[in-house]
Structure formats: C-alpha cells, structure tokens
C-alpha cells in the first residue's frame, strides 16, 4: 500500500505544477523557447498571426482546419442555442406549461423555457416555495464567506470565529423553527444549498481530522497509531467515494444502537467528512515532509512540547506550504459532492436530473445538464483561478 | 511523539546506549507507550460499541451473516456479460464476477484511449501553433471543471437521442441504405440502441488465423531481441518491420487461405424496434461511460504529459537539434523518454482514478461491479459482505494497477552511479 501511496502523492504535486502558468507560446514540439517572449511580438497583428497561426505549411493548414470547425461549431451552436431557441412557453388553461412550442423547435433550437419553469426547483429542491428566500440567502453566505476566507488580509485567527458564526446563521436559516420561520426538515433540503451544505461542512470537519491523520501517520515513536492512520488513509483513498457512500447509507444505521436512525444527509456529510480526511491528510503529508528538518530541530532545540513545536512551527509553515494543492483538492471535493444523487440526495446535479423527469420536459435534459455544467464551472473556474494566483504568489516569494 | 527521540535505525552512532523503560510520566518511552495504549483502547471500545450494535441489529432483522448467498441463484438480469450468465439460472457470485469483468472492461479500454488522448492534448498545448495551443487549454479547462457525473448523464442523454434503429436504416427509394453519419459504413449502425456491427461467422480456419498470429508475435518478439543483440554487438540494427509484418500479417493471411479462406458476414438486419443480427459493439451505457472517463480522465493525464514535457531542460532540445534530428523525431526519441520519468508516478494515479471512477456506472445503468453489488445488497440484504465485497475488489485492482505501474517505473527510471 506503500506504493500506493508514493505514486498518488506524486500525483497532487504534479497536478500543482501543471496549474503553473505557461507563457503564451510555450516550448513547443518545434522549437521550443520556454520563458521566452511570444513571438511575434512588436510585429503587428499580421506579423503575430505569421508567426502564432501560419509559420509553416503544416501549422497553416492545421490553423485553417481547425478554424472552419470552430466557426462551424460555434455558429451551430449560437443558432441552437441562442437564435433558434425557445425562451418561454405560453400556460396552459390549467396553468401548467405548454411544451409545444418546444416539441416545434426540437433538434433545431433549444428549450431554455423549461429552465426558467425549472430553476427554483433546481437551486432549492423541495425546499418549500414560499420559504426559498431562506435557502437563496444561505448561497449568499456561503459565497461571502468564500470570498472572505480568500482575501489574504482575513488570514487570522478570527477567521475561525467568522466561519463558526456564518456556519450557525446558516444552520438557523436552513432548519428554521425560531424568529417566526417555520420548520424545514432535513429531507425537504435540496439544490445549490445542499451541495454548498456538503462539501463546505465536509471540509471543515475533515480538516482538522486531516491535520491529526497527517501528523499520526508521520510519527515516528508510536508505530500503534501510525499503523491505524495508514490503514485509514489507504482504505479511504483505494476504494471510490460511492463504495464509502453505501457505506454511509446501508450500513451506517447497522452500526447505531437501535432507535438512533441518523438521516441520509447527515450519512452523507459523515462519509464525506471521513472521505475528505483522508484526502487532505494525504496533501498535508506533503507539507510536512516538504519543511526542511532544521525545523522540526530548531523547535526541540528550543524545549518545545510536541504540540507546541506543531501549533507555532510545523503546521503554520507545512500548511501555507500546500494551500495550492489544498485548493485542488477541494475542487475535486466540490465536485464529487454530486455522487450523492446516486444514494437519493437532492443535491444541484440531483434536483436538475429529477426537474428534467417531469413529463412534459422528458425530452431536454441537454438543455438542464448544460446550465448545470455552467453553475458548476463558475464555482470550479474561481476556485482554480485563485489556486493559480496563490500558486505564482507564493513562488515569487519563496524564490525573492 | 516528542520527535526528538532519534530513530535508532538510522542514526546507529549517535544513539545513547538503551536504559530500561522507566515507569515514569518523565520518560518519553512510557509517555508514548501510555498514549498509545489509550488511543488503541478508545478505538477499540468504539469497534466494539459498533459491532455489538451490528450484531444486535441483525439478529432483530434475522440476516444471516456469512458469504453462502454467493451461492444462490441470483435474480438480476445483466445486459452486458463477457462470460455466459442468465439470471434466475446462475448464482450471485457469477453476477459479481460478470460485474468486475464489466468494470475491467471499462478501466482497460478506457485508460487505453485516455492515455493516447490525453497525450495528444498535452503536446497540443505546448504547440507554437496559438488556436491549437488555445483550444486544448480551453478543453482542459472545461472538462476538468464540471463533475465528471454531470459529464455521463449528458452524454447517455446525447445518445439516448440519437434515432431510432428503424431510422438509422432509412433506405433510399432503390431499397439500399445510404451511408451517413449513422450509417458510415455497410453493415454499421450506429442509433440510440448502441453501435451494432457485422459479425464474422467463426470456422476451423479463423481458429488456425489466430493461432499464426499469436505465433507471429512469439516470432516478432524473438526477432526484435536478436535485432537488438545484434545492434549492441556490431552497431547495425537488422530491420525489424518486415519480418514482423510477414509473421503478424502474411502468416495469419497465408493460414486462413490456406484452409480456403472461408469469410462470411453475418450482418445487422432491421426489425421493427430493435437490431438482429451482427453483435452490439458499443452499447449506450458502455460507449457513454467510456467516452465520459476517456475525455475527462485525458484532461487530467494532457496535464501531467504538459508538465512533464516542460520538466525536460530545453537544452535536450537544442542538443538534439544541433544533430539534425526533426522537430517529431526529437519529441519522441529524446524528450518524451525523458519526461517519462517525471510523467509515470502521477499517470499511475490517473489511472486509478478512472478505474475508481467508473463507479459512477451505476448513475447511468452500466452494470459494473458496484451496480451489481447494489442490487445484490438490495436483494439479499448482505449489506456487510456486498459492501467487504465492493471494497475489497476495488482495493485488489488499486494494488495491481500500481504494482504493475511501479515495475515499469522502476524499469524507466534514471539508475544513476
């Protein structure tokens, strides 16, 4: 399992390196002028587009190809999805929506109408309609408080109060019961809210559980607990997350006392904890294996205790060490959080693929997994964006 | 864990001859002992507290735990199976089997094509060309940054969509069938129900092909190992292709004919709603799944080759240059073999993923090992084993994946004096 392990942890450094950013022509199967300036430079679009688009008769011929197929494409595309498509259907006399003008332009043009029908449904699942300003706020705390934790100024430890509090307002909003809102349970939660829910809650749990796993399995005078954190981590990240998902919900209520029947969400958020854990133990692993020993050294030199050298020393250089590839892992956690649906969670992707089974929009789903995949890209987009910033940022200043 | 203790493996010299154990919070030996003891305890108090709930559980329910359901006849049918099976005939072990053939298949042909895709992608966006350059790095961003499940369900859906059998055979006026997209070549169909193809009709003489072909490559493989003998002796390299294209091609051909070449196609006919005849090559599930993980996993692998291509010093390049090799030539003979070294360790991770990943079959009722567990589970009520079971089999091809990538690492890497 130890090969495992070495080959997967190469992996997360790797996919770090590949976010560095590459000049606009990088090396190249030609010539390959790596930090160069791009060439072409000074010279003028025409002189640009010589020595980018048409330097020789190969890469001419490839330019014009792949130029008729993307204007072919797009042009496709912009008549099936912005002239030829459908913005709204007229109701019906029993107020439901009349498809037809839809069935009319199938195959020719788009039906963004069953958007507009379907939307709430999407972002807020079953989640009562009347009380959907509760779940649209919690998106909005959740989104400033990304923002927030992202500004580099708000890296201290108040931080953590500003998480604990947003985290309970959020909690208040969802449920509901005091200041005259009424009651939501669990079950009816759903869409954006939900998936925000999983993985934000995921990570924060599991982080600090991370940090332990991490700092246990590099220990080197207690083999006990080393041996349990391995076998945690390599059995976590050896099988996939939808095994440990069955897990959670078929045989988590075989495991609690009788009586006790924790709900699928709070299953879920569990396997997605214990999930998260192992992943991020693995990339703060790296921190620490990364920080020089003089260190860890200096620190015992000083009488330091263990968590004393840990707290002011170790974490607080290991972890900025690995925040890049902290920020990938959590964007592959952002998007794993849709594999819920496979255990009956109405999360983003779950409320849109069951919005689209409703009869009368059977036949546009395209249209749904595709203002799906937007939302989800915006979110993964940022994320990757500012991973990069932080990435060039950090290196600046390492390298001085 | 006070780390200062030095490890007496290591550093043999400096370590202080061994006192005994002191029985004494001021010894950090017992210290360590101590808080070992009591995370192992609470741990196992814990298991403990979750077993006997388990076993209470169960008995209330009267599941008999144990693996005999293996056994039983099981009552789920399977669309896809590389082996025989029927449902209500054969047990739930052979379902489970047929599952992790199913998903073998997936990760095999999968991983194949994700890695010459993904390769592609990677030397694309290191082109000096900008759009190509542009278009992969747009590709990379895109498919990386939309969960990989969202990806499956739009192409199942973008398949389901394709037309009806009876509508990929329209046939012109003269009663032939023109060739199109869904239709490219004689006997190939391609429409909602899958990509169904025209079989050959086996005899004697296909097994006596095959059988030459398999001594073809025996013969190929000896070939090449003289040939490179040869070259490290005298310097001169014997050619290789010929002999390989006379034992791979010309022995085959020459069996086949001369057990008198028999070649009949059995071809896809049109019934009223479905396909007979010929073989389903791609069905909708596989062909979805397959091109999903392809494409995503080939996002992930262009950036590793990307990276791997950059941590090769450009002066490889430009000495390789100064010999006069060609642009391609030094990309494959000199760079790439390079950049293996650096590409191999986390390929190997991407690899496991797409095999964890194909998982996801179960969103859209490809019938891999998880899916067929679930019903399992669903069916018997073995949650315990169904889930052991799934996990173990996932933990088998891991190890196996990356034992096999280790070999062939440890086979390119650098050896150094």
Same mark, same amino acid.
């Given at each position: 399992m130890s090969e495992l392990t070495t080959t997967t942890r190469a992996g997360a450094g790797v996919s770090e390196a590949a976010g560095e950013p590459v000049p606009s022509v990088a090396g190249t199967a030609a010539v390959p002028i790596i930090r160069n300036a791009p060439a072409?430079?000074?010279?003028?679009?025409?002189?640009?587009?010589?020595?980018?688009?048409?330097?020789s008769w190969w890469s001419s011929a490839v330019t014009l190809l792949l130029a008729y197929f993307l204007v072919k494409w797009t042009?496709?595309?912009?008549?099936?999805? =912005?002239?030829?498509?459908? %913005?709204s259907v007229p109701e019906t006399a029993a107020g439901a929506m009349d498809p037809e003008r839809c069935r009319a332009a199938q195959g020719a043009g788009a039906c963004w109408a069953?958007?507009?029908?379907?939307?709430?449904?999407?972002?807020?699942?079953?989640?009562?309609?009347?009380?959907?300003?509760?779940?649209? =706020?919690?998106?909005?705390l959740f989104l400033g408080l990304y923002a927030i934790s992202a500004m580099r100024r708000? %890296?201290?430890?108040?931080?953590?109060?500003? %998480?604990?509090?947003t985290l309970t307002v959020i909690g208040l909003l969802m449920w509901?019961? =005091?200041?005259?809102?009424?009651?939501?349970?669990?079950?009816? %939660?759903?869409?954006?809210p939900l998936t925000l829910i999983l993985s934000t809650f995921g990570l924060a749990l599991g982080f600090p559980l991370a940090i332990l796993v991490a700092l246990g399995r590099r220990s080197t005078n207690m083999p006990a607990v080393r041996l349990i954190c391995v076998v945690y981590v390599e059995l976590i990240r050896g099988v996939p997350l939808i095994t440990v998902l069955f897990m959670a919900s078929v045989m988590f209520p075989l495991f609690m006392p009788e009586g006790f029947n924790p709900d699928k969400l709070l299953r879920a958020q569990i396997a997605f904890i214990l999930f998260a854990a192992a992943y991020l133990a693995e990339v703060v692993r790296g921190g620490l294996q990364a920080l020089p020993k003089g260190q860890y050294e200096a620190a015992d030199a000083m009488g330091m205790s263990y968590w004393k050298k840990t707290g002011l020393i170790v974490l607080p250089q290991a972890l900025r060490l690995v925040i890049p590839p902290l920020v990938n892992t959590f964007i592959g956690f952002f998007k794993d959080t849709s594999l819920v649906i496979i255990i009956g969670l109405f999360d983003l992707l779950g409320a849109g693929k069951n919005a689209v089974n409703d009869p009368i929009w059977q036949a546009y789903s395209t249209e749904m997994y595709l203002f799906l995949g937007a939302i989800y890209f915006a979110f993964c987009f940022v994320m990757a964006r500012y991973s990069r910033g932080l990435e060039q940022e950090f290196s600046r200043t390492v390298r001085r | 864990m006070s780390g200062a203790a030095a490890n007496p493996r290591s550093m043999p010299a400096r370590t202080a001859p061994k006192k005994p154990l002191q029985f004494n919070w001021s010894d950090p030996r017992f210290r360590n002992i101590v808080w070992q003891v009591l995370i192992v305890g609470t741990l196992a108090l814990i298991l403990w507290f979750l077993v006997s709930n388990t076993q209470r559980n169960l008995a209330a329910r009267n599941v008999t735990t144990g693996f005999t359901f293996l056994g039983q006849t099981a009552a789920m049918p399977i669309g896809e199976h590389l082996i025989p099976y029927e449902s209500a005939v054969n047990t739930w072990g052979r379902a489970l089997l047929v599952g992790i053939l199913n998903t073998l298949k997936v990760a095999i042909v999968g991983v194949f094509f994700a890695t010459i895709w993904g390769t592609l992608v990677g030397v694309a966006r290191l082109s000096k060309n900008w759009l190509i350059a542009k278009l992969a790095a747009t590709y990379v961003e895109v498919l990386r940054d939309v969960p990989l499940l969202l990806q499956l369900f739009l192409w199942y859906a973008l398949i389901q969509s394709l037309p009806v059998p009876r509508d990929a055979f329209k046939p012109a006026a003269d009663g032939t069938v023109p060739l199109g997209i869904l239709h490219p070549l004689p006997g190939v169909f391609l429409s909602n129900r899958g990509l169904q193809v025209p079989v050959l009709e086996w005899e004697t003489a296909h097994w006596a092909a095959l059988a030459a072909f398999v001594i073809g490559i025996v013969g190929t493989v000896a070939w090449s190992r003289a040939a490179k003998r040869r070259q490290e002796e005298t310097g001169v390299r014997p050619k290789v292709w010929p002999v390989a294209l006379g034992l791979l091609v010309g022995l085959p051909l020459a069996a086949w004919a001369a057990m008198g070449a028999p070649f009949t196609l059995e071809m896809p006919v049109a019934g009223r709603f479905n396909l007979t005849g010929g073989a389903l090559l791609v069905s909708p599930e596989f062909g979805a799944l397959t091109f999903g993980l392809t494409i995503y996993t080939a996002a992930y692998i262009a950036e590793i080759v990307r990276s791997g291509i950059l941590a090769v010093p450009t002066g490889q390049w430009e000495a390789a240059g100064a010999l006069g090799l060609r642009p391609g030539r030094v990309l494959r003979q000199v760079v790439l073999p390079q950049a293996m070294r650096v590409i191999i360790p986390p390929m190997t991770s991407q690899y496991l993923n797409l095999t964890k990943n194909s998982s996801l079959a179960v969103g859209i009722g490809y019938q891999d090992v998880t899916s067929v567990a679930n019903t399992t589970m669903n069916q018997t009520g073995q949650n315990i084993e169904g889930i052991a079971l799934l996990m173990a089999v996932y933990l088998i091809i891991s190890l196996g994946i990356s034992f096999y990538m280790n070999r062939y690492n440890a086979r390119k890497a650098l050896v150094e004096r």
């Open positions: 072409g430079a000074g010279l003028g679009p025409v002189g640009w587009a010589r020595a980018n688009l048409f330097n042009l496709g595309f912009l008549g099936w999805g =912005v002239l030829n498509a459908v %913005w069953m958007i507009g029908d379907k939307y709430r449904f999407t972002l807020f699942g079953r989640y009562p309609y009347d009380e959907q300003w509760r779940p649209a =706020v919690v998106v909005a708000f %890296w201290r430890k108040e931080l953590v109060l500003i %998480w604990a509090a509901g019961g =005091v200041l005259g809102m009424t009651y939501v349970p669990q079950d009816n %939660w759903g869409g954006l | -």
